[in-house]
């Protein structure tokens, strides 16, 4: 049952539930609540510069259902940090709009779970930074809407889970640490790059999958990387000293 209507974030033990197809809106410092925060189909939950608080940290979850979305509308260069969240449907997570949320980082600090796709939706000099592991399988989509570059940080082992990662359309992938995509997903490129990192993919780390797609084009086996690397298939695609192994 819906029970955050009116700007009243629900306080105390309890799930606060957010209504399909209603838009939530958490600006100022929202009162704790412990429990599950859901979004139900369709639902936005709109967060400002002091509204993060509001996404459970632990044990509560962030549960997004079909079509639901978070718009992280704070100030230039802000920084907020997500919990745990359940994929119960494909939803998005925005990190920013065509004017708001611009140089900012969305930290994902929990972990992950559920059978179904993460839509990052990124706007100008976003960071989407991956800090723990997870294991949804529904695979991760990261494209720009707005055609502005943004990046994803991949920063611990596992942490998209065991489905296919997308880095689509203006978004670029930073790996900084090995074994972040599942050895068995398929990574796939397309559309332009970030050009602050001028790469699709840059590697600090070695990472391996089973399959590469770059434009619609399927990749043979071998190792990928920079120009400068010491991988036996060398493109512009990459950038770094990692090798990208694909089996």
Not at 109 to 125: A, C, E, P, T, Y
Request: charged letters at 20%.
């Amino acid at each position: 049952k819906a029970n955050w209507s009116g700007g009243q974030v629900p306080t105390g033990r309890q799930t606060a539930v957010v209504a399909p197809k209603v838009e939530a809106v958490s600006r100022n410092q929202p009162p704790a609540f412990i429990g599950d925060l859901v979004l139900r189909p369709g639902a936005t939950l709109r967060i400002g510069d002091l509204g993060a608080g509001v996404l459970p940290r632990g044990p509560g979850r962030l549960v997004m259902e079909t079509g639901s979305r978070v718009l992280v509308v704070d100030g230039r260069g802000r920084e907020q940090e997500f919990g745990p969240i359940l994929m119960s449907g494909r939803a998005e997570i925005w990190g920013g709009t065509s004017n708001q949320g611009h140089h900012s980082t969305r930290i994902f600090g929990g972990r992950i779970s559920g059978r179904h796709q993460l839509v990052l939706v990124g706007v100008n000099s976003n960071e989407f930074r991956f800090s723990a592991p997870s294991t949804f399988t529904g695979g991760l989509l990261a494209e720009s809407r707005q055609n502005q570059g943004f990046q994803i940080v991949a920063e611990a082992a596992r942490c998209f889970g065991r489905g296919g990662v997308h880095v689509g359309n203006y978004a670029s992938l930073i790996l900084r640490a090995e074994g972040t995509i599942d050895d068995a997903a398929i990574l796939e490129l397309s559309g332009p790059i970030d050009t602050k990192a001028k790469a699709k993919v840059v590697l600090y780390a070695d990472e391996t999958v089973r399959g590469l797609r770059i434009n619609g084009a399927n990749q043979k086996a071998g190792t990928y990387g920079s120009p400068t690397s010491a991988a036996q298939i060398k493109m512009p695609h990459f950038g770094g000293s990692g090798i990208l192994t694909v089996k």
